[in-house]
C-alpha cells in the first residue's frame, strides 16, 4: 500500500502485476463507499422496518448494530484471507456474502434473518473494503475513497428514507450492492491471484480476534459484560500472540510504533468524530434553538463538505513528513472536539462537525497508509490493514456510546 497499488497487501503477483498498472481509483471508491450507504440507510427508517417485521423500534434498531459488528469482526477476517489467498479470492467471496446478505434481506420476513442478512452485507463489504485498501497504494488514492466513503455515509440517512417511499425499506438496504458492479473490473485490472502463504490458518487466533472485537462493539449496549468479555479475550489473545507470534495478528506489528501509533490516532479520532455525529442533531436543538429539518440539513450540508474536503488533505500529505501530518490531523480532531463542547452557536457546531469528519476521513486516508507502511514483510500487510481498520471502526463503536453517556442521556 506503500509503493504501487498493484503490489500492496496481496503478496508477489509477479512481473505481469507490475505490467498492469495501478487500478483505476474510481473502480476502487465503487468497490468500498457503498457499505458507508448501506449502513446508514436504516436510520430514518427503523419505525417502518420495525412495522414491517412485527418488532419494536428497539429491537430493529439491532440493525444498525448487527451490520457494526459485521463490519469490524469481518475486515480483519477478510484481510487474513487476502494475506493466504489473494485478491481475486476475496473478492469472490465478498460478492457472494453481499449477494447472499441482500437477497435474505430482500425475503425474509423474520427480524432474526434479516440480521443475518445484514450481517452477510457488512462481512462482504468489508471485505470489499479490504481489498480497497490493498490496491490504493497512496494517500491520494485512499483520499478519494475516504472522501467518497464519508460522503455516501453522511446521504446514506436521506438516501434510505427516499428509496423506502418511492419502493420499499427492503431496497433501502439493499444500497451496499452496488459494490458488486466493480468486482469484475478490479479483478480483470488486479490480475492473477496469490499462491497460499505457508503454514497453517491460525484459527485459533482469528477466534479470539473476533471475540474481542466482538466484545468491544457491544461495550455500548452491554457494558458490564462486554467489558469482562473484552478483558478476557484480550488475556488470552495477548498469551496466544506470545505463543504464535507469526500467526493471525502478527507480534511483529504490535512491537512497531510506526504501526501502533497511526492505529490509536485512528481509533481516537474516528471516536470523537462519531461522538460529535451523534451528539449535533441534539445540541443544534438544545443550544441553539435549531428545529429537527434545520439541524438536519445542516448536519449534511457540513458532512458532505468535511468529507470532500478529506481529499485535498490526504492529497497535500504527501509533501508533508509524518510528523507533522499526525499534528495537524490531532490538532484538527481536538478543535472540532472543543468546539463541539463549548460552541453555543448553531453555525460554530456545523463546522465542528465538519471538522470532525474531515479529520476522521483523512485520518482514514493517511494513516492507513502509514499503518501498512510499518509492515516489514509483504505478508503481513493485510493484517496491518485489517487490525488498522479494525480500530477505525471501533472508534465508531465507541462514538455513540460516548455521545448517549455526555449528550443524549
Known amino acids: 500500500m506503500t509503493v504501487t497499488t498493484t503490489t500492496a497487501g496481496t503478496g508477489s503477483r509477479g512481473a505481469a502485476a507490475a505490467v498492469r498498472g495501478p487500478v483505476p481509483v474510481l473502480w476502487l471508491a465503487l468497490l468500498a463507499t457503498p457499505l458507508a450507504a448501506g449502513a446508514n440507510a436504516p436510520v430514518l427508517i427503523l419505525p417502518d422496518m420495525a412495522a414491517s417485521l412485527g418488532v419494536g423500534a428497539k429491537a430493529a434498531a439491532w440493525m444498525l448494530t448487527a451490520f457494526g459488528w459485521a463490519t469490524a469482526v469481518g475486515t480483519p477476517l477478510l484481510a487474513g484471507l487476502l494475506r493466504r489467498r489473494g485478491v481475486p479470492a476475496v473478492l469472490r467471496l465478498s460478492g457472494l456474502l453481499v449477494v447472499a446478505g441482500t437477497l435474505l434481506v430482500a425475503a425474509s420476513p423474520w427480524l432474526p434473518l434479516t440480521l443475518l442478512g445484514r450481517c452477510g452485507q457488512a462481512a462482504g463489504g468489508a471485505g470489499l473494503v479490504a481489498v480497497a485498501i490493498s490496491l490504493a497504494g497512496t494517500a491520494r488514492r485512499m483520499g478519494v475513497i475516504s472522501a467518497g466513503f464519508g460522503m455516501l455515509g453522511a446521504a446514506g440517512p436521506l438516501l434510505g428514507r427516499a428509496l423506502a417511499e418511492a419502493a420499499s425499506w427492503r431496497l433501502a438496504l439493499a444500497a451496499s450492492a452496488l459494490s458488486l458492479l466493480a468486482i469484475p473490473a478490479v479483478i480483470r485490472h488486479a490480475g492473477p491471484g496469490t499462491p497460499p502463504a505457508p503454514g497453517r490458518f491460525d484459527a485459533r487466533g482469528a477466534a479470539l480476534l473476533t471475540a474481542l472485537a466482538t466484545a468491544l462493539v457491544l461495550l455500548p449496549t452491554a457494558p458490564l459484560a462486554a467489558l469482562g468479555g473484552a478483558l478476557a479475550a484480550g488475556v488470552l489473545l495477548a498469551a496466544h500472540i506470545r505463543r504464535r507470534p507469526d500467526g493471525f495478528v502478527p507480534a511483529a506489528l504490535l512491537r512497531r510504533p510506526a504501526f501502533v501509533v497511526p492505529a490509536l490516532l485512528a481509533l481516537l479520532l474516528s471516536a470523537s468524530y462519531f461522538t460529535l455525529l451523534f451528539s449535533v442533531a441534539r ?127
Do not use: H, K
Open 283 to 409: 445540541l443544534l436543538a438544545d443550544r441553539a434553538g435549531w428545529d429537527t429539518v434545520s439541524a438536519g440539513t445542516g448536519q449534511l450540508v457540513a458532512l458532505l463538505a468535511g468529507s470532500a474536503l478529506s481529499w485535498p488533505l490526504a492529497a497535500a500529505s504527501t509533501r508533508m513528513s509524518r510528523a507533522t501530518i499526525r499534528t495537524v490531523l490531532l490538532a484538527l480532531g481536538t478543535l472540532a472536539a472543543l468546539t463541539g463542547i463549548l460552541a453555543d452557536g448553531g453555525p460554530l457546531l456545523l463546522a465542528a462537525t465538519a471538522a470532525g469528519v474531515l479529520t476522521a476521513s483523512s485520518a482514514n486516508a493517511i494513516l492507513s497508509t502509514q499503518a501498512v507502511a510499518a509492515a516489514s514483510e509483504e505478508a503481513q500487510r493485510p493484517s496491518a490493514i485489517g487490525l488498522f481498520t479494525l480500530c477505525y471502526q471501533l472508534g465508531g463503536a465507541f462514538g455513540p456510546a460516548v455521545a448517549t453517556l455526555l449528550v443524549l442521556g
